[in-house]
């Protein structure tokens, strides 16, 4: 069954390493493709559009990819990735401005469960939520 792929777009691979491993945690028994494009080539802090061209690519089954990134530039690196992919591939993939950790870690769980693109990257978006009623923010 293909099923929504997700890619974490960070500065630091063991950020991006350690918000995967906890997404999956809360996956027993279950499993959805996930993939990480951090740091730089020198193993230092950065990104590169490249490695998340291919991120996208090694996890999109068809159904869509969901991208979360981290700080600014990896948005950059996320958008500039965009365009190494086709037309076709393009439209399959959400940029989503959630939360990293608290984002991956609801997306990972409704992906896994089979839901669609667009309810995926909507559960990311939800990420926030759940800290913000604890702590009385309304956002």
């Known amino acids: 069954?293909?099923?929504v792929g997700l890619v974490v777009v960070s500065?630091?691979?063991a950020l991006a390493d350690a918000?995967?491993?906890?997404a999956r945690q809360m996956l027993p028994g279950r499993e959805t493709a996930i993939e990480v494009a951090a740091g730089a080539a020198d193993?230092?802090?950065g990104t590169d559009a490249t490695a998340v061209a291919a991120a996208v690519a090694s996890v999109d089954s068809g159904d869509g990819v969901v991208v979360l990134?981290?700080?600014g530039s990896a948005v950059l690196s996320a958008e500039m990735a965009l365009e190494f992919?086709?037309?076709e591939a393009r439209s399959r993939v959400v940029l989503s401005p959630a939360p990293l950790v608290e984002g991956l870690v609801g997306a990972a769980v409704v992906a896994a469960g089979g839901a669609s693109r667009e309810d995926v990257a909507a559960e990311a978006m939800?990420?926030?939520a759940p800290k913000q009623a604890q702590l009385g923010e309304a956002g």
């Open 1 to 3: 069954m293909a099923r």
């Open 11 to 13: 500065h630091s691979r």
């Open 19 to 22: 918000a995967v491993a906890l």
């Open 43 to 45: 193993q230092g802090l």
């Open 69 to 71: 990134m981290d700080l």
């Open 85 to 87: 992919l086709d037309d």
């Open 126 to 128: 939800r990420g926030l």
